[in-house]
Every structure is written in C-alpha cells, then in structure tokens.
C-alpha cells in the first residue's frame, strides 16, 4: 500500500511541479489594491481581506486562456456573458460587507466562486446562487474541489434570495438588477449590509452599499468606485 | 455605354445599400459607436481604390471591361463573405480598455469590411478614369444609384432580415458585373465564375454562416443564457431587431427606480430587447390595480401624487410600462406615441393577453410618430407629459450614445412640452442616475434654461427633482409649485425613502437622507445652475452639462478632455465606468482615418509622380480634398435639420439623403450644359456653381427654423414634398463642382483621375466623422457656414487652376 502510495506521489510530483507558483504575483497584486483603497474612501482595506485576497487563488477560477492574466487587476470574461470581477472592486465590495468570522452570507451570482470563495475565508457560511447553469455546476464542483466546505451553492431564482437560511448578516448581489429586490431587503438582518455592483460588463460604475438599521430604515450609500471630489474643480 | 452607366448604378444601390445594412447588423451585434468606427474606416476602401487605379492604370485601362467585370464580381462576392469572416472574430468592445488584443481583432473587422468597398470603389474609379470623358454622366449614375440603394435597403428592412437583405444586394453587383462582361469578346473564365456566384446566391448561402453571432455581453445574449429562457418573438425593420424573450424560472422584473421600501413586487413580465439590449419589458396585467401597485412606488409616479385626475401624454411609450402607471393612476385620458409601429403592435396585439389589452383601454389612444413632432403638431392641453427611460443603463452609463443626436431633451423641446401642458400640468422626465452625476445636473440646466427663454424669471420655483438610487424625476410645472404640492413631494418622498434633490426652499441638509451621495451632488447643482454664476458653474463642472440645443442635439454628451487623464489614472481603481466611450471614439476614428487616408494618397504619390504635369497634382487635389469634405458637411447637417420637421429618422434619412444623391446627379448630368450656356466666358461654372450654394445654404441656414416652424402642421406626403423641394435646388449646384473640376482633369492630366476619385473618396470619410464631431463641439449651423467657407476656398483654387 505504502509503496504504491510513493508511485503515485512520484507520478503525482512532475504535475505539481510544472504548475508556476503564483504566491509572488498574488502579493504584487495585493500591493497594487493597497494601493488603490483610498480611492473608494478614506479607510484603507481591512488586513484580512488584503491578506485573503493574497491566498485565494484567483487562477483557479479563470478559464484556461485567462490564467497569464489572473494576477492582473482586471476583470476578465469567464463565459456565458459573464466576468469575473476586478480584484480591486472584489476587495472594495467584501471590505463594504464588513465580514465576521460566524457571517452567514447569501451571494446572488455565482459566477466563477470566486467573490465566494474569498468570503468563505473570512466569514461562517456562504450561500451562493447562480441562475446560468453552467455556472452553476462549474462553480459548484470547483469550490468543493479547492476544498470551501462552508460554501453552499444552487441554481435559481436570486430574487426571492434563500429563505431557508435567511436571515443574513450580508447580501452581496452580483447580478444586474433594475431595484434592489424588496425580499432580499427582507431576508437581511437588522444591522446587516447588502453591496450591488451596477454598471455595463468589465466597467463597475459604483457600487451600492444599502445598510438596514437595527430599527429596520434602510439607507442606501453610492461608493463611487473613485473618490471623485471635488466635482467643479478649477481650470 | 448603356450596359457601363447601368452597371455603374448597381454597383452605386449596392454600396451604399451595403453599408446601410452593416450599420444595422454591426449595432446589433456590437454597439452602435463602434459599428460606426468599423464603417467609416471600411470606406477608405474608397480612397484606397483611386491608389490602386493610379499604380496600376497602364495594365488596367486596356482591359477595362475585364476590370470592372471583375472588380464588381469580388464586391458581390466579398459582400456575403466578409460578412460571414467577420461574424467570427472575437472583438470585445467592453474589454478594450483592459486587453489591447481587442485592438487587433478591431483592425481585423475593419479589414474584412475594406474589402468589399475597395471593389465597388474600383468600379467607379476605373469607369472615371476609362471613360473620362463621360465623367459627368457617370457621376450621375453613381450618384443616382446611391440614392436608390439607400430607399432599397430601408424598404427591403421592413419586408426581409437583414441577412436576406444582404444576399439580395449582394445580387445588384453581380448584374453589373454580368452586362459588362457582355461587352467583352471573351468572356468564359469569368462567365463561369459569375453563374457559379450567382448559382450559390439563387440557391442560397447556409443560413448557419449568416446568422448573426451577438455580442455575449448584450442584454438578450444574456437573458438566453438564463435556465428554460428563449425567444417568444423576433421582429425586424429599419428601426430596430425586436426580440421578445420570456424566463419562467427566473422571471424578468424589470422595474427602475422602484423604492426598497415597497411591498409590491412586479408581476412576471416578458423581457422585450432592441438591437439585442436596451431591455424594456411587458408586463403582465390582469386587470386588477392591485396587481400592478409596485408602479405607485416609483419615482417617475410622482406627477400622479399632485393630481386628482389626469390628462396624460406618454412619449416613447415603448412596451407599454408608462401607460400601465398612467393607467393605474386612473387618468382620464392617455395619448401614447411611440416611434416603431411593431413595438405598440407587441402590446396592443400579440401580447394583448398578457398585457391586460391596456392599449384596448377606450382612455387610451396610440400614435406612431416622433415626439417632438407629436407635441410640435397636435398640440393639446396636458395634465402631465410623461418621458420615460427611453434607454438601458448599461447604454446610459458607458457615454455611448455620446454620438446619437436626440431632439428629446433639447432647450426647445422642454419648451415645447411646457407649451402643451394645461396649466398647473407637470412634465415628468425620469433619467439613470450615474455616479458622479450627469444627465440629472444637464436635465436641471435644460429646463431652467428652457423656463428663462420662456420669460420665467424664477426658475426655481417651478422645478423640483426627486431620486432614488438609481433613477431622477423631473418635474417641471406650469405655474409655479404650491406649497401643498410641496407637502405632497415631500410625503410621496419619504414614505418611499426617495430624497428630494430640489425643491423650492429645500434645506440642504434634506436633500441626501435615504441614497447618500458622498455629497448631496445633485442638489448643489441646482443650487449653482439657478444662482447669477451659473455659467461659472457649468464651466467648472468635470463633465459637459451645458444644455443641449436643437442644433447641437446631444444631450448625452458629457466628455471633457481635460478629465480624461484623472479618469484614465483612476482606470484601475474602478474607474472604468467613468470613460465617455462615444466621444473618444469619434476622435480614435478621426485619427485613424485621417492617418490611413493620408497614408494612401501621399505613400503612392511619391511612387507615380510623374503622371501628370507639375503642380496640377497640388492643385487638383486641393479641389478634390474641398470638395469631399464640404459635400458631406452639407449633406450630413441638413439630414439633421430635416430629422427634426419630418419626424422620423427613417424619413428624414431615405427623403434627404436619396433626395440630395438624386437631386445632386440631376445636377452633375446638367452641369455641361451649364458649362456650354454660360453667358460670362471669363466665370468659371464652378465659380456659378459654388456661388448658388453658398447663397442657398447660408439662406437656409437663416429661414428654415421658420420655415419648419411654420409648416410642421403639415401632413407627412406635404412636408415630404416640401423637404425634397428645398432640397432640389441646393443638391443640384452640389453635384456641379465635382464633374466639371473631373472634365478639366481629364483634359489637363489624365493620369490624376484616379487620385482625384481617390482623394475625394478619403475627404468623404473624413468629413463625416469631423462633421459630427464639429457638430458637438459648435452646433449644425457652424458646419454649415464650414462648408460654405471650403466650397468658395474650392471654387477660388479652380479659378486659380484655370488662369494657370
């Protein structure tokens, strides 16, 4: 048993090898966010989710032609009409949802895992749906691959969110929406936090970050992806 | 000579049809600004074609027959498949600013469209060229031609898809090719290769090759992408591909600006797209308000809250949902126009079912039409004019329509509905609201500025503007607003946690209670545009809210150069929503085309220069280069002028832009004669021609504002009518100048025929996009007097070749 353990070690050994290490561009890439956090607002990003950012391995969730550009801060097309985001906007929308490590959060858009995938690593449970089948299916056997136990996912209708597991800490919507889905806004808990990102494909234009009150008022705050003030500069 | 001209005709329709057509297709599967790119630099092909004659004429002019034969078969033959090459090159156009492999793929598409304009191009080159002597008559039936191909392929729009369309034009080429290969002696090689074409085309080309490959990242890609969705309808003319889409399992509910306080949510709706984007949405109604309630909680309801009864005008009705708000808001009456007859047909008939025959509604009347036309004609006394959102977000937000004109939200167009609205009545426009804001602060300019031509001296107490995340209201009144409409705003406000942006005698402190701006932008606006410094205001602000005019109708231009460089450093930080893609891409277009263009005439002059005498080279294509660039000024800036009285950009483009190609080779057919007749032997008939235009287009200029005011009562044959015959005589002297300096040219030297058709063929490319970009920056008018301005700088430069 052991010897065949070592063969299959040793046949294992040249695969491993061959894949490039990317732990060093993953900490350029992290740098290179740092860097851009104070354009969304005064606060700089929260280590931990710099420090997830830096361990999620973002190349595992890009389809092989994307791999050269994984650790670029850009989105890039997964299929199906879809993207998976710019690391900085990921970064931005996951500081937004003020994460705890016992959050039980609900994702509507699955897309490629990764927004998922790095909220698993800072949060309880993710519960995640994705309404492209596909989608749904890839993401789903490569989450459970890479080991995100604490990632739940399904295909469906987002709108009426997952009342099983409702309420949510945070809602992190992905999918492009017209209005925020009034049970959504019901599915999250007193204090909790929802991020919308709105904008075309590849061009995240702001994002909506609603906050409902312990007595239940919603407020709604545009983080413009930029922090773009003075608006009448001078000449 | 006969079987020449006519073939010279088909090829003309054929061009032209042809790019009529791939306007239409590449804005469905791309954009339309970058359709526009990819077309205006596909017509170098035409310049590039006078290069090719003039390298190659002493091997091509004796065989001519056999060139143009061959040329004319190419071009129905690269027709169909550079169209069917291009369907297949992945080009993002959203990915552009990530990736510069894009800009590959870019160049690639433009190749491939090349191509095919090379060789119509080459048709009508080496017919001036051979036949030179004949230029006039072949300019008119060039001319002639392009006239009929742009009336063909609008009307073949409506009867057939465009990819029918295109094997259908694809055939008007090949019969020029086949009667002038009856002119040769022999003929088999080639004959045998145009009823092999022929054959494929009467059998058909594989409709699998043909469909048209969608962007994945439009709006109706998307929705098929969605479990159990397809496509219920599709539906195609000039003015768009509607497709109707429904998903059962993840139904649409399409529903901007609903509050996030509501308890309603929108019934199951089917997603209706334009062009493959732009989704609106039928929504089903059973008949029971109640079932409908969410369209009391949006802000574009608001209007509704100030009114106990309700006489209301829906422009741009689209797939109905402003009707079903007025509806359930139980106005008493409801005149909907909307410009596309098969968009009102989806409602009123083929989902009549589903959408509770709203349209059946004896209350409800439904008009197609343009709505400034509307409004500017009937005339009628309403409690609200109600302008929805005519347009995606995912259009609004990247800048892309920078490039369309729009005769909605112009200064004269709010003046005009403020004219039809009883008094006390309200005009409501909703618009997205982008981040940092834009269309909301130009909206607030247009109608204080509207209000103030309109003698109201204090704007601000008849506007008020309320938002929510992502939609504004406008509401401009007839009268000043009360303080019970106040109250009212107010509550209808906060019950739905919208915030007022303006009010009159707001606090500022209320202005960003429930959708917080990092500052209360839009509000502060209103408070600088109605202070003295407005102008100081709008001079200052990062992006370009002045308002729009009806001579400078875009009201979706916000670019400003000088906050390109921050928005580009802050690319990376998210800021990629914030690039006006429309304007810079008018400007990469220029740039690539005066580039490529020069490239062509100069690189190839050094290799043939002495072709023809010494200076006439600098001279001739002096006043050909003119020539271009004024005719296209002229024609580009009057379609405009005539968009607006005819009330229909179908109209205005099929009876102004044939009217002037047809009218213009009226003119190139007579211009002999005018040369031959002149009573001054000492005034060159350029000189005549140049004169009359120049009057005729400042006069213009000057009386069609009154002209059109007057007469936009008129029924549509009468305006049509009216339209060509101002137009006949202004066309007539432009198709002069061209025939008359080719006649001299092929007198004096020979040899620069082509490079005239050449250069004439770069300048034209050239002026369409300076055209539009020179109407942004000053208006038509100023385009106007440009052109008259190069026209004389022509007809001086003739006058100095003549005297030489």
Not at chain 1, 87 to 93: R, S, T
Not at chain 1, 144 to 163: A, C
Not at chain 2, 726 to 748: D, H, N, Q, S, T
Request: hydrophobic content about 50%.
């Amino acid at each position: 048993m052991r010897a065949l353990i070592v063969l299959a070690a040793m046949l294992a050994a040249p695969a491993l090898a061959d894949e490039p290490d990317y732990t060093a561009q993953r900490a350029d890439l992290v740098d290179e966010v740092r860097v851009y956090a104070g354009y969304a607002g005064d606060d700089p990003f929260s280590d931990d989710v710099l420090a997830t950012l830096g361990r999620v391995e973002r190349h595992r969730f890009v389809p092989p032609g994307e791999v050269r550009y994984a650790y670029e801060n850009r989105p890039l097309p997964i299929g199906h009409g879809q993207t998976i985001s710019q690391p900085y906007i990921v970064a931005l929308m996951t500081d937004l949802l003020e994460p705890n490590e016992d959050d039980v959060v609900l994702e509507v858009g699955t897309g490629s895992g990764y927004q998922a995938a790095v909220l698993a690593e800072l949060v309880g449970h993710v519960y995640t749906i994705e309404i492209i089948e596909a989608l749904a299916t890839s993401a789903g056997e490569r989450l459970q691959r890479l080991g995100y136990d604490n990632v739940t996912t399904r295909l469906g209708d987002g709108y009426y969110g997952w009342q099983e597991h409702a309420p949510f800490d945070s809602i992190i919507v992905t999918a492009a929406a017209s209005h925020v889905p009034p049970p959504l806004i019901e599915q999250l808990k007193p204090g909790g936090r929802m991020v919308i990102p709105v904008g075309a494909r590849f061009m995240t234009q702001l994002l909506l970050l609603l906050e409902k009150g312990n007595d239940g008022e919603v407020v709604t705050r545009q983080i413009g992806a930029v922090r773009f003030v003075p608006l009448t500069g001078e000449h | 000579m006969r079987r020449l001209l006519i073939a010279t005709l088909l090829v003309s329709a054929a061009a032209i049809g042809y790019e009529i057509l791939l306007m239409r297709v590449l804005s469905i599967v791309q954009w339309h600004h970058f359709a526009y790119m990819i077309i205006s630099l596909a017509l170098l092909g035409y310049g590039a074609s006078g290069t090719f004659i003039a390298v190659l004429r002493n091997r091509l002019e004796p065989r001519f027959e056999l060139a143009f034969a061959g040329s004319a078969l190419f071009f129905s033959i690269s027709m169909v498949v550079c169209f069917i090459l291009a369907q297949r090159v992945p080009f993002n156009a959203l990915e552009i600013v990530w990736d510069s492999g894009q800009f590959l793929n870019l160049a690639v598409l433009y190749l491939a469209f090349f191509v095919p304009f090379f060789f119509a191009a080459c048709c009508i080159g080496l017919a001036f060229t051979c036949r030179g002597s004949e230029c006039s008559r072949i300019y008119f039936f060039d001319l002639f031609g392009a006239g009929l191909g742009a009336i063909l392929v609008i009307a073949l729009l409506f009867a057939v898809s465009p990819q029918t369309a295109l094997v259908l034009l694809a055939v008007l080429p090949l019969l020029g090719s086949i009667l002038v290969a009856s002119m040769l002696a022999v003929r088999l090689p080639l004959g045998a290769a145009q009823f092999a074409w022929l054959l494929l085309l009467a059998v058909g080309v594989p409709q699998a090759h043909l469909e048209l490959r969608i962007s994945e990242y439009k709006g109706l890609a998307q929705a098929l992408e969605v479990v159990d969705s397809r496509i219920l309808n599709e539906r195609s003319s000039p003015l768009g591909l509607i497709t109707v889409v429904d998903s059962p399992f993840v139904p649409v509910r399409h529903a901007p600006g609903l509050s996030f306080g509501t308890r309603h949510i929108p019934p199951p709706q089917l997603a209706v797209f334009t062009d493959a984007d732009g989704m609106s949405a039928i929504t089903r109604f059973d008949g029971q308000p109640e079932s409908v309630a969410y369209l009391g909680d949006m802000t574009a309801a608001l209007p509704f809250a100030l009114l106990e009864e309700s006489a209301v005008l829906v422009l741009g009705a689209g797939a109905g949902a402003d009707v079903l708000m007025a509806l359930y808001h139980d106005a008493s009456r409801i005149d909907a126009v909307e410009l596309n007859p098969q968009m009102s047909e989806l409602v009123a008939d083929t989902y009549a079912d589903f959408a509770g025959h709203i349209y059946d509604d004896r209350r409800v009347t439904v008009v197609t039409g343009e709505a400034r036309s509307f409004v500017a004609r009937r005339g009628g006394a309403y409690d609200v004019i109600q302008i929805g959102l005519l347009d995606s977000f995912g259009a609004s937000g990247a800048g892309v329509q920078a490039l369309n004109e729009s005769y909605i939200y112009t200064v004269e167009a709010l003046i005009d509905y403020i004219d039809n609205l009883a008094p006390g009545g309200f005009l409501a426009i909703t618009r997205w609201i982008k981040m940092p804001p834009r269309d909301s602060v130009k909206l607030i300019a247009t109608a204080i500025e509207s209000l103030r031509q309109s003698g109201v001296s204090e704007p601000g107490r008849r506007i008020a503007m309320i938002r929510s995340w992502n939609t504004s209201t406008l509401l401009v009144k007839r009268g000043d607003i009360t303080p019970t409409e106040i109250d009212r705003i107010k509550a209808f406000s906060r019950s739905r946690s919208f915030d007022t942006a303006w009010l009159p005698g707001m606090r500022a402190e209320d202005a960003n209670r429930y959708n917080r701006l990092p500052r209360p932008y839009i509000h502060e606006a209103a408070v600088a545009l109605l202070d003295d410094n407005a102008g100081d205001f709008l001079d200052r602000y990062k992006f370009y809210v002045e308002p729009a005019t009806d001579d400078r109708p875009y009201f979706f231009h916000f670019f400003r150069w000088r906050t390109l460089p921050e928005v580009m450093t802050l690319r990376k930080a998210g800021g990629a929503g914030l690039i006006e893609w429309g304007y810079l891409v008018l400007v990469a277009t220029l740039l690539q085309a005066a580039a490529l263009g020069l490239g062509l005439i100069l690189v190839p002059l050094a290799l043939a220069k002495q072709a023809w005498p010494a200076g006439a080279g600098r001279n001739f294509g002096f006043y050909f280069l003119l020539l271009g660039l004024a005719f296209l000024f002229v024609e580009m800036a009057f379609i405009q002028k005539f968009t607006l009285f005819l009330g229909n950009p179908l109209y205005s483009v099929a009876v102004v832009l044939s009217g002037f190609l047809l009218f213009a080779g009226l003119g190139s057919a007579a211009s002999e004669r005018l040369a031959r007749r002149l009573p001054w032997p000492a005034v060159s008939p350029v000189t005549v021609a140049v004169a009359a235009i120049v009057l005729l287009a400042l006069l213009y200029v000057a009386v069609l504002p009154v002209v059109f005011d007057k007469s936009i009562g008129l029924t549509d044959t009468a305006r049509i009518v009216l339209s060509l015959a101002l137009i006949a005589p202004l066309a007539f002297f432009m198709g002069m100048p061209f025939p008359l300096g080719m006649k001299r040219v092929v007198r004096l030297a020979p040899g620069f025929v082509p490079w005239a058709w050449g250069i004439n063929g770069f300048a034209s490319v050239v002026s369409a996009v300076l055209a539009t970009l020179l109407a942004i920056e000053f208006g038509f008018s100023v385009v106007i007097v440009i052109a008259t301005s190069l026209y004389a700088v022509a007809a001086w430069d003739e006058a100095a070749i003549r005297s030489g």
